[in-house]
């Protein structure tokens, strides 16, 4: 099986001259040079960055109002303490914070940074922020916010995007002149647009603790295989790559940092048949789960940096994680006689495949031809996700975002969700999303974990693997983690060089 799946990768070409050469001088703490892949569109406005894999450059220049930890559990940050009581979250805010034009970071920067976010942000941003009726200034470093109904996902887009505090001075012109407060500050002149930024370390950082640099270099390096080039040549300090190939890196004393906190999953977004009739067929979806051989993905394609997973939260540790789920094995002939039993034998959908998950794609695309279903892979353009909601595609192969059980039900299964383009309702499954959102808290988890388990067993969404999109580096770095939930993004405020 996994020779078949190597037959339907496409090799990629390798240009040196792909390497950003642009240096700066070391000082003291020197500069990092980081190598990775640059987007058409590379944001520096936390407002128009999507998806989450667009993070690491903005982890450098802003701080969130709170934080995960590597295990996902909240911290403060801009927000030195919390309390939800109900329909209102009252933060104290970090004292002595300033931004990079020299604002002070205060009450009024968050109310005013919310309140833009809100107006003014990408649609998938913005919704976070749906549930604020009001931000309300109790001080000069407390801030209520006032929510029209309890939402317990806020608190958590809060260490996301939607929690990033830019100056109040600058909020019309982040998308070229950011200002944050975060440790590293953006300096245009040293870099080259669409190739390589330039982050100099920022003097009235509030924590220099946490900032290891002189300067961050993030260099654009498209092609997997010169990142890694750069990497062994001694051209990059770090880089983020793909499973396979940082797997092979291993070998020659390199260092992989992952957190398999970015679950994958086919989700066959048509499943009142709008475009395709046969995805209507509980049967036909069904198949999907047997046709997938996770396995050999996580293993072939990812070099085995990766876990198979059945469900969003495969921890069982999380109080969202279903102990008697049902577990898909790879099985292609029962997937097949599911095919068969529902009188599908000439199933064709179109599945849109991103430059950045082009082998995963790929080989799913395999896979289902493998069982009869024939996938019609249509490139598409970054950035893809407006083109993979369009409602042009009735199955899309795509990472899943995870906050919170009710964040994710929001967008995969109400009819108003940014993954449900046909707006396919079920009246049972809306009925318990309401109960969950009106119950208490001690009562909630439970009714999440439910229908989070009703969702996934009609087979409405096809999970299959935590992937992390891992960094490697070499010996001369130290205090490398990844962020969790967040692909390719390093903990910047822990690395050094090391002595």
Do not use: C
């Amino acid at each position: 099986m996994n020779s078949k799946i190597l037959g339907l990768i496409v090799g990629l070409g390798v240009s040196a001259s792909a390497i950003g050469t642009a240096m700066a001088e070391d000082g003291e703490r020197g500069t990092l040079r980081w190598g990775t892949f640059i987007p058409p569109t590379f944001p520096l406005n936390p407002d128009q960055a999507i998806p989450a894999g667009t993070m690491a450059q903005l982890t450098l220049m802003y701080d969130s109002l709170v934080v995960e930890d590597l295990d996902g559990m909240l911290e403060p940050s801009l927000a030195t303490s919390w309390t939800i009581d109900g329909s209102t979250i009252t933060m104290q805010l970090r004292e002595g914070v300033v931004f990079h034009d020299g604002t002070p970071f205060d009450a009024e920067a968050v109310k005013a940074n919310l309140e833009h976010t809100q107006a003014n942000a990408l649609p998938p941003i913005a919704f976070r922020l749906n549930s604020i009726d009001s931000v309300e200034v109790i001080g000069s470093h407390e801030v209520r916010l006032n929510l029209k109904s309890p939402d317990p996902v806020l608190i958590y887009a809060l260490a996301r995007q939607p929690g990033m505090m830019i100056s109040p001075q600058g909020l019309e012109t982040a998308n070229t002149t950011p200002l944050g407060t975060g440790p590293y500050v953006y300096n245009a002149d040293a870099g080259i647009d669409g190739s390589l930024y330039h982050f100099d370390a920022f003097d009235g950082f509030y924590d220099l603790s946490q900032q290891g640099f002189d300067a961050v270099q993030i260099n654009g390096v498209p092609e997997p295989v010169a990142r890694a080039a750069a990497l062994t040549n001694g051209d990059m300090d770090g880089v983020h790559i793909t499973g396979a190939d940082a797997a092979a890196l291993t070998e020659q004393g390199f260092t992989v940092s992952e957190n398999k906190s970015v679950v994958f999953a086919l989700v066959p977004m048509d499943r009142d048949g709008t475009m395709a009739p046969e995805l209507a067929d509980p049967l036909v979806r069904e198949a999907l789960q047997y046709a997938v051989d996770r396995e050999a993905l996580v293993d072939v394609i990812e070099g085995g940096i990766g876990s198979v997973t059945n469900q969003l939260y495969s921890d069982p540790a999380s109080p969202w994680h279903i102990d008697d789920l049902t577990n898909y094995t790879y099985d292609p002939d029962k997937a097949s006689a599911l095919l068969e039993e529902a009188g599908v034998s000439d199933l064709e959908v179109d599945l849109p495949v991103a430059f950045i998950f082009g082998k995963r794609t790929q080989a799913l695309g395999g896979l289902l031809q493998n069982v009869g279903i024939s996938a019609n892979l249509v490139p598409v353009d970054l950035p893809h996700v407006a083109t993979y909601l369009s409602g042009n595609f009735g199955m899309v192969y795509a990472p899943v975002e995870v906050l919170h059980p009710k964040d994710f039900l929001e967008q995969y299964m109400l009819p108003r969700g940014l993954f449900n383009p046909f707006g396919v309702e079920d009246p049972e499954l809306m009925a318990l999303f309401e109960e969950a959102s009106a119950a208490a808290p001690e009562d909630a988890d439970a009714l999440w974990t439910e229908l989070l388990k009703q969702f996934t067993e009609a087979n409405n969404i096809i999970f299959v693997a935590n992937f992390s999109g891992p960094v490697v580096t070499g010996p001369n770095l130290e205090g490398v983690n990844l962020r969790m939930h967040m692909p390719a993004t390093p903990t910047w405020r822990s690395m050094r060089f090391a002595d």
